[in-house]
């Protein structure tokens, strides 16, 4: 029995992929399935705040989901290495806040609505 294919999304706690590639090799997608577990649950720790309103606007895009392609490009990397390591994890993770970031910067410069199906941060809280 072949396994579920990996999938890349974090949207609902789900970690699968949207890129229709057939799985070649199940150790690796078992490898980057679970890394991608551990980096999901690492976001939603890092964009934690004890104060209300930054805490909702950092969630915002880690919740709305998305393809987490640059997480999977560090832990593809890091299987020339020691894929175990904590480091590989944070780095994947500093890769994809600072994604984020840089989509929360997109949406103030052009003034979007919308981002992955959701209101954008300025809409929602403004652009200052």
Not at 46 to 69: I, P, T, Y
Request: charged share 30%.
């Amino acid at each position: 029995m072949r396994p579920e294919p990996l999938c890349l999304s974090g949207k609902d706690d789900q970690v699968s992929t949207p890129f229709g590639l057939e799985s070649l090799d199940s150790g690796l997608d078992d490898a980057l399935r679970q890394g991608l577990e551990r980096v999901e649950a690492r976001l939603r720790d890092a964009v934690h705040s004890d104060e209300a309103v930054v805490g909702e606007a950092a969630r915002h895009l880690v919740e709305a989901g998305g393809k987490r392609f640059r997480p999977v490009l560090s832990l593809l990397a890091a299987q020339y290495g020691d894929a175990t390591r904590l480091e590989v994890i944070e780095a994947a993770v500093v890769c994809e806040i600072t994604h984020l970031a840089t989509l929360y910067h997109d949406d103030v410069m052009d003034e979007a609505p919308l981002r992955r199906g959701a209101q954008s941060a300025n809409v929602r809280w403004g652009n200052t």
